[in-house]
């Protein structure tokens, strides 16, 4: 695994940390709710494991946690706190959580979402 994709995974691990300590999520009723074991969540928020998209998928569903934040560490955490101005970032969460097939390593993807995000 390369460097950059430790980096990403870091960074979702501190995401995670913040969404669950700001919402007051508790890593028991997370791993209930994405069907996992505690030691899951907390590989997940140490940044020593990578998500999966149905996991991501189910925090933006679930949290209303923004897309962009969560996994690029960029514009507000909820989506609810998105100005005008952020469309893309919530079109974009929005797409991904009609997808039918959810697909695990989201990892090799992330580049092209930064870049779609960045056009913004």
Avoid: C
């Avoid at 899951?40 to 991501?56: E, Q, V």
């Amino acid at each position: 695994m390369s460097s950059k994709n430790i980096n990403k995974i870091q960074i979702f691990g501190k995401q995670l940390k913040i969404l669950m300590q700001e919402l007051n999520i508790r890593q028991k009723a997370l791993a209930e709710l994405a069907g996992m074991n505690e030691s899951n969540i907390s590989r997940l928020a140490g940044g020593t494991s990578t998500p999966t998209l149905k996991f991501i998928l189910l925090l933006v569903e679930n949290y209303e946690v923004s897309l962009n934040w969560l996994i690029l560490n960029e514009g507000p955490m909820l989506l609810k706190d998105i100005s005008a101005g952020a469309e893309q970032d919530e079109l974009l969460t929005r797409r991904l959580l009609n997808l039918e097939g959810v697909m695990d390593g989201f990892l090799e993807d992330i580049d092209q979402i930064k870049k779609h995000l960045d056009l913004r």
